[in-house]
């Protein structure tokens, strides 16, 4: 028994218009590899032409969930049948043919799908697992799509190949959403203030705070001294505005400087910030 279908992301013109063809794929797991490929990233129109085995449990077995894929998929004689009612056709390929053909890179194909989805049906063709796409059916592309790899070790499986293709559809996807680039799945969270940090960012006064204290309790370790500090302090100041501290770290990092110097038996000068915003480890 296969793997029931996970649910399925909403679909909309671009995804709906999207088809990702496969031709002659000899091992049914690679279909069912590029099911949750696409579905991973969103897709779910796949076309195959003349697979060597289809249905089988295999490909079910190998899509891990997308099944769904896999039973909506459309199996036809030839290319022919695949590409007719399309409006642009891109195959990927490696360089080097005699006659040149227009090759672009996957995230402007993404581009150039994305336009061209608004007015009908875009095939992504995939060649076969040993030889890829012959010269025949290169020449029904539009573009070709080259997929810049390793030049030592270019080849790439056939649900590699078409997860990068699909992954770069799905960026072109999420930055045409309303909103563009500010779309939560796009912004970066890197520290305090981004959103979806949990904690606000340490305010000016906090971090001073901090900074008093930690030069108390090296004072008090004997680690630093104020009438020769050389550059200690400059360093470490650098090194913690660097790491963009927010208020929980703040309270800890203190929480950490009291306990020194408990530890130490000194009581230092300095007020713990904990002491006033409630203990560091009541997170």
């Known amino acids: 028994m296969h793997k029931p279908a996970l649910p399925q992301e909403g679909t909309d013109t671009f995804q709906n218009q999207i088809r990702i063809v496969l031709v002659e794929t000899s091992h049914s797991g690679n279909i069912g590899a590029v099911a949750r490929a696409m579905k991973n990233m969103g897709l779910g129109n796949l076309w195959l032409v003349n697979p060597g085995s ?68 875009v095939a992504l063709v995939f060649g076969r ?73 340490a305010s000016v006064k906090d971090v001073e705070g901090f900074f008093s204290h930690l030069e108390q309790v090296l004072v008090d370790v004997s680690f630093h001294r104020r009438e020769n500090p050389r550059q200690l302090m400059t360093r470490l100041r650098r090194l913690f505005q660097r790491a963009k501290l927010d208020q929980m770290e703040v309270n800890i990092l203190r929480g950490i400087l009291s306990s020194v110097q408990k530890a130490v038996g000194t009581k230092g000068s300095v007020t713990p910030a904990s002491a006033k915003t409630g203990a560091p480890d009541k997170e």
């Open 129 to 201: 697992e040993s030889s890829g796409l012959n010269n025949e059916e290169l020449q029904r592309c539009h573009y070709h799509i080259h997929i810049p790899s390793n030049p030592d070790y270019s080849s790439l499986n056939l649900a590699m190949a078409v997860q990068v293709i699909c992954y770069e559809l799905r960026m072109h996807y999420l930055r045409g959403l309303e909103g563009g680039d500010a779309n939560p799945n796009l912004k970066p969270m890197t520290m305090p203030g981004d959103e979806g940090w949990d904690v606000d960012l």
């Open 54 to 121: 289809f249905p089988d449990e295999a490909s079910y077995a190998r899509s891990s969930g997308a099944s769904d894929v896999l039973d909506r998929a459309q199996v036809v004689a030839s290319l022919d049948e695949a590409l007719e009612d399309c409006v642009l056709v891109m195959g990927t390929s490696a360089r080097g043919r005699k006659v040149p053909w227009p090759v672009i890179a996957p995230p402007e194909a993404a581009a150039t799908a994305g336009v061209h989805a608004a007015k009908g049906s």
